[in-house]
T-cell receptor, first 115, second 116 residues
Framework: DAMVIQNPRYQVTQFGKPVTLSCSQT?????MYWYQQKSSQAPKLLFH???????NEADTPDNFQSRRPNTSFCFLDIRSPGLGDAAMYLC??????????????FGSGTQLSVL | AQKITQTQPGMFVQEKEAVTLDCTYD???????LFWYKQPSSGEMIFLIY??????QNATEGRYSLNFQKARKSANLVISASQLGDSAMYFC?????????????FGKGTRLSVIA
């Protein structure tokens, strides 16, 4: 049974048209992450939530926003997608940080194309 | 500076043979965790194995083992008896919770191709 679910699997948007990617989890984890992964590159952390506390990476563009209305759901909003934002977006969850051994559980990802 | 270095962009291995994927890391923390993930072409990241910095034994999970050499700051993944289904990208990652670096930081990955 899928524990971290990302919808949609593939998303096509137009240059400059806002798009929202969604992630839900059944693990009741209090930490949720969004990673961006471009072709043949390592996943790059955009931001994460520890419960409702939002943690933005310093180099995440302002174009990327996130919402977490409750424990189970987290959204990634791209306000004005550019061609360079085409990538795989991975959502992940984990239990409380502060320990070394909390592994991340990943969803299947959303492949975003920008036309 | 790179926290995680994977020097092998691509590797080939014959089916049923063992293969070692290299990973070195950089940290000044005493307490940290090292992870390996597999990413098939479908895109999902699959957890394989974990090694804590204080663990004295090398981690093993089925056909996966981690060759942890703390003094060298290396955490190589060994896959024994390779199978065609092992063909994928493999990422080494690290967590340093006491530096506040609680999310995982990933290396650039190694693409493994298993040949029949």
């Amino acid at each position: 049974d899928a524990m971290v679910i990302q919808n949609p699997r593939y998303q096509v948007t137009q240059f400059g048209k806002p798009v929202t990617l969604s992630c839900s989890q059944t693990l009741n984890h209090n930490v949720m992450y969004w990673y961006q992964q471009k072709s043949s590159q390592a996943p790059k952390l955009l931001f994460h939530y520890y419960d409702k506390d939002f943690n933005n990476e310093a180099d995440t563009p302002d174009n990327f926003q996130s919402r977490r209305p409750n424990t189970s759901f987290c959204f990634l909003d791209i306000r004005s997608p550019g061609l360079g934002d085409a990538a795989m977006y991975l959502c992940a969850t984990s239990g409380s940080p502060g320990t070394t051994n909390e592994k991340l559980f990943f969803g299947s990802g959303t492949q975003l194309s920008v036309l | 500076a790179q926290k995680i270095t994977q020097t092998q962009p691509g590797m080939f291995v014959q089916e049923k043979e063992a293969v070692t994927l290299d990973c070195t890391y950089d940290t000044s923390d005493q307490s940290y965790g090292l992870f390996w993930y597999k990413q098939p072409s479908s895109g999902e990241m699959i957890f394989l194995i974990y090694q804590g910095s204080y663990d004295e034994q090398n981690a093993t999970e089925g056909r996966y083992s981690l060759n942890f050499q703390k003094a060298r700051k290396s955490a190589n993944l060994v896959i024994s008896a390779s199978q065609l289904g092992d063909s994928a990208m493999y990422f080494c990652a690290m967590r340093e919770p006491y530096s506040g670096n609680t999310p995982l930081v990933f290396g650039k990955g190694t693409r493994l191709s298993v040949i029949a």
